[in-house]
């Protein structure tokens, strides 16, 4: 049963802003869920990212629209006083259907959006609204993919022994470009990732620092389907980069596939075909040359098939990782309206069956509900947050589908 309480906000630059809250699943699972509010973006939530404890960064499509949704104790939603235009402020016109938005890795509430903003790629990075601007390229192919990484110090004279703080490395058509230093050198450090000299199409990045080591080694998911991984001591700078290792996937990533790090030596793998809804969950030990597949991935039969994946994130919750899922042309009560499937992670890879479905309780036509996931840290603990189309769900209670709590209440005062 869903109930629903509406809260309209007097202050005028909420004043088009609805928010709902309802018991989705029979005091189960709590949910707040924030309509489009009051900023000039033709497809606000395209794209979602955790920004700090209870701050969640929204970007809007059409007109380019960065904007930050607040939660308070009680799990009630505000819209932050940094609603950032990009195209007035940074030259970003409009955004690709499913522009990459990055969470630092690292102990800050750093984030990086990377568009292509006319004449070059741009990536905007900071936290609080408070973005810089890095050109990396001119002239460049369409951004395939993007990662965090923790570059090695620097060799360059009167820089030797510097290390860059984390900075987004991103591959556009068949180079990747860096942009971990400020302003020296110039231009910021390119290097084309090759496979016995023919170069990769990466569509998906990812970082992992095995070891002792003090940076990151970088992962490529290829056009082809192989998993690379290159060592970091190559983006001081480079023509042609070979692997130190790969694996064939045997599945071919389309554009908006992810690598997500779940620890120093295992990743996820979430592809999905440009063509078709055929996609894949699967977890890799990177740790061990080459790297090797952990357990079957979900739904497989052979050949990897799992339709209609095209999102995911990771969550932690009371010491067990989960994998949260979004499949946003789902069917739901006839509906193609979208859904969130949430799969246990373990020692075997990840569980066939989904642990919990979420939907909206009223689903509508072509909701796109799942188009884009993230966690949020909140009160100590991780939530999960929904993107629907210009509607985000936040999940501050959760239970799974055998009656045990994901996580607990959240919210304080409840």
Known sequence: MRTTIWFLLAASSLSACKWTEFDELENETWVTSTQKPNVNSS?????IQRGGDGRLVVIG????????????????????????????QYGVTNLDPQPILLASPGNTDDIALIVNGGSSIAVL??????????????????????????APPRTDVGHVGEVPPLQPLVAAGDVVLGTF?????????????????????????GAVRVGASTFDDVLAWGATGKLYVYPGSVFHGCTMQEPTTSVDTKFLPGHGSQILTLDATHVLLQGHHDGDDDSVLQVYDVGVTPPVAVGEPVGAGGTVVFSKVRTAAILTSNGTRYVVAGLPAATVNTQVAGVVEIFKITAAGIDAL???????????????????????PFHGKQVIAVAADNEI???????????????DETRQGR
């Open 61 to 88: 499509a059409g007109q380019a629209i960065y904007s930050e949704l607040l939660f308070d104790a009680t799990g009630t939603s505000s819209l932050a006083p940094t609603t950032v235009a990009l195209d007035a």
């Open 43 to 47: 497809d606000w939530g395209v794209a």
């Open 181 to 205: 230093y400020a302003n020296v050198p110039n231009p910021q450090p390119t290097c084309k990732l090759t496979d016995a000299g023919t170069s990769i199409g990466a569509r998906a990045l």
């Open 125 to 150: 990075a900071g936290t609080q609204g408070k973005l810089d601007l890095h050109q990396v390229a001119a002239q460049p192919s369409t951004v395939d993919a993007a990662t965090y990484l923790q």
């Open 393 to 407: 769900f936040v999940y501050f209670r959760a239970q799974l589908a055998d009656g045990t709590s994901l996580y």
């Open 354 to 376: 989904s642990a919990v479905p979420l939907a909206d309780a009223q689903p509508e036509s072509n909701q796109a509900f799942g188009r884009a996931v993230a966690v949020m």
